[in-house]
T-cell receptor, first 111, second 113 residues
Framework: EDQVTQSPEALRLQEGESSSLNCSYTVSGLRGLFWYRQDPGKGPEFLFTLYSAGEEKEKERLKATLTKKESFLHITAPKPEDSATYLCAAPLAGANSKLTFGKGITLSVRP | KAGVTQTPRYLIKTRGQQVTLSCSPISGHRSVSWYQQTPGQGLQFLFEYFSETQRNKGNFPGRFSGRQFSNSRSEMNVSTLELGDSALYLC????????????FGPGTRLTVT
């Protein structure tokens, strides 16, 4: 069954402590892997789209990478303002496609 | 450019009633998708509309329906509300569809009592 799984569920980091968030997917014929950031009480904010294995994209302290089975969101020297829930999503294959989101990773960065 | 707007932002309804939520996409975006977000299930895809046609649909009962108008604005309707329908309903717009980056609105918080 096609699905998107994120781990860990929650991550607490000290300011400046780099880490990676994992998104595993089992989607045949991947048509994009998306990363979003969601702050409490707000809608998700688009971060990155990756389409093929080996692709990487960067934005400030964030870098997203994609392999054939996983995507990683690397956070370098995080700051407290990076605290949020990070969601990954992929459209499932098939005539009636639907965008499936992982449960999200809640990141807390302590000053 | 104005972002995605959703109205109302908060809504309290009684079980058995129906509700209509509205979404105005970013200008020029033809695809509008709707999602339900709950603490237990996370973000779940309801359906996508493109050029006034439902193009994709998630695994929700027929009580959940939607439509899109010629100006790309969209509405979502939930009939015979149940307590479990309490959630944050999010609308997202995209230029071409769910395989492209989507921009989300702030959501409508629906509470069913």
């Amino acid at each position: 069954e096609d699905q998107v799984t994120q781990s860990p569920e929650a991550l607490r980091l000290q300011e400046g402590e780099s880490s990676s968030l994992n998104c595993s997917y089992t989607v045949s014929g991947l048509r994009g892997l998306f990363w979003y950031r969601q702050d409490p009480g707000k809608g998700p904010e688009f971060l990155f789209t990756l389409y093929s294995a080996g692709e990487e994209k960067e934005k400030e302290r964030l870098k997203a990478t994609l392999t054939k089975k996983e995507s990683f969101l690397h956070i370098t020297a995080p700051k407290p303002e990076d605290s949020a829930t990070y969601l990954c999503a992929a459209p499932l294959a098939g005539a009636n496609s639907k965008l499936t989101f992982g449960k999200g990773i809640t990141l807390s960065v302590r000053p | 450019k104005a972002g995605v707007t959703q109205t109302p932002r908060y809504l309290i309804k009684t079980r058995g009633q129906q509700v209509t939520l509205s979404c105005s996409p970013i200008s020029g975006h033809r695809s509008v998708s709707w999602y339900q977000q709950t603490p237990g299930q996370g973000l779940q895809f309801l359906f996508e509309y493109f050029s006034e046609t439902q193009r994709n649909k998630g695994n929700f009962p027929g009580r959940f329906s939607g439509r899109q108008f010629s100006n790309s604005r969209s509405e979502m309707n939930v009939s015979t509300l149940e307590l479990g329908d309490s959630a944050l309903y999010l609308c997202a717009s995209s230029l071409e569809g769910i395989t492209y980056e989507q921009y989300f609105g702030p959501g409508t918080r629906l509470t069913v009592t």
